[in-house]
């Protein structure tokens, strides 16, 4: 971090700033020129505040040269993390499909959905049980009854399970379950972030709807923090003013991330573009720029889905964009 002070900064104020600086660990390098004074904090600034630092008197800007995140960072782990999900290895050249409802409906649905994505090439099966919805008159999901059914999917398909927490007194519930989903409206939920950085599952880390790469580099600072290093990010799409889909997918986070962290990238084509005709498209683009996996909505009757059915593709369908992307995978491989 650089601090540039004023031109008119004094000694005395140099030398109480410097050791407040030390006081924090913090070594310093001074560079004082005819016009300008530059301190050069050298340790671990991820604690320091900028923006407290840049209120002080005689301080006239803040820098950050390092990024705040540092378990995230692939400068301090350059090797990509490969995350065991039940089994099942994702990152690191281990690219893996999620594939399932946006939400379990019944017995019946979730294990004629789990056997048809499995028999299609889906290593993970998805499905909500606690579902996130704009209106609290929409369908809710089915809470731990659907946790159950998810698990006897997982029993009658061998398929690890991937599903969405929205309250950490919930967390008993998901004993059994393989990989826990942060949604897009949780992605800052601190306090919510900070109890999963106390249980050793792969949690799913989706991007939240306004939120910038740091940003969801710093939730997954949070988890890891707490000890839980098995994070995998995942972009669903964004809001920007366009509204011929529902979200607007940023692709490009892929590379971006790819450079910034270790931590795996998946995309999810499905809530990125809110329609299902768009989910084959963005599923291979997101092959061919490199991410790490897929997260697909897959209805055995998207028509009657209690949730984002026009989004949600058939079997049929997903098994040709699984088989397609497998086609690509095997070209930029
Ligand atoms: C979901 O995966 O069903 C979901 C609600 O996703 P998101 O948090 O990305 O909207
Ligand atoms: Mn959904």
């Known amino acids: 971090m650089i601090v540039i ?4 900064a004094r000694q005395e104020q140099i030398e109480k700033l410097t050791a407040f600086f030390n006081k924090m660990g913090l070594k ?15 340790g671990d600034t991820t604690r320091i505040d900028e923006d407290m ?13 390092q990024e705040p995140y540092k378990k995230a960072n692939r400068k301090f782990h350059p090797a990509d993390s490969v995350i065991d999900c039940g089994g099942v290895k994702l990152g690191g050249g281990m690219f893996q499909i999620i ?16 056997k048809a994505v499995k028999e299609a090439g889906a290593t993970l099966l998805r499905g909500g049980a ?4 704009t209106s609290p008159y929409a369908f809710q999901g089915l809470h731990g009854e659907g946790i159950r059914l998810l698990l006897e999917a ?18 008993p519930l998901f004993e059994d379950v393989d990989v826990i989903q942060v949604g897009a409206r949780n992605m800052q ?44 990010l995942c972009e669903r799409g964004i809001r920007t003013f366009e509204t011929a889909t529902r979200n607007t997918l940023d692709l490009s986070c892929v590379p971006v991330l790819h450079q910034l962290t270790h931590l795996p990238v998946i995309i999810d084509p499905s809530h990125a573009t809110g329609v299902s005709r768009l989910v084959k498209p963005m599923s291979l683009a997101a092959a061919a720029c490199g991410a790490d996996g897929l997260i697909i909505e897959v209805h055995n009757d998207p028509k009657h889905a209690l949730c984002d059915g026009a989004q949600s593709l058939t079997p ?3 098994a040709d964009v699984a088989a397609r992307v497998q086609a690509v995978r095997a070209c930029i491989s």
């Open 316 to 318: 049929e369908e997903f």
């Open 53 to 65: 630092i840049a209120t002080l008197d005689d301080v006239e800007a803040v820098r950050r040269i």
């Open 130 to 133: 606690f579902k996130p919805r």
């Open 189 to 232: 939920n601190f306090e919510l972030l900070k109890e999963l950085g106390k249980c050793n599952k792969p949690i799913l880390l989706k991007r939240g709807l306004a939120n910038t790469l740091q940003e969801l580099l710093m939730s997954a600072e949070y988890i890891m923090a707490g000890g839980n290093e098995n994070v995998i």
């Open 99 to 114: 594939a399932g409802p946006c939400s379990v409906e019944s017995e019946e649905q979730i294990i004629a959905v789990a």
């Open 5 to 8: 002070l004023k031109q008119e």
């Open 154 to 171: 997982k029993k009658a398909t061998g398929l690890p399970i991937v599903t969405e927490i929205m309250d950490a007194n919930h967390l």
């Open 28 to 42: 310093i390098h001074l560079s004082q020129g005819k016009h300008s004074t530059i301190m050069g904090l050298v």
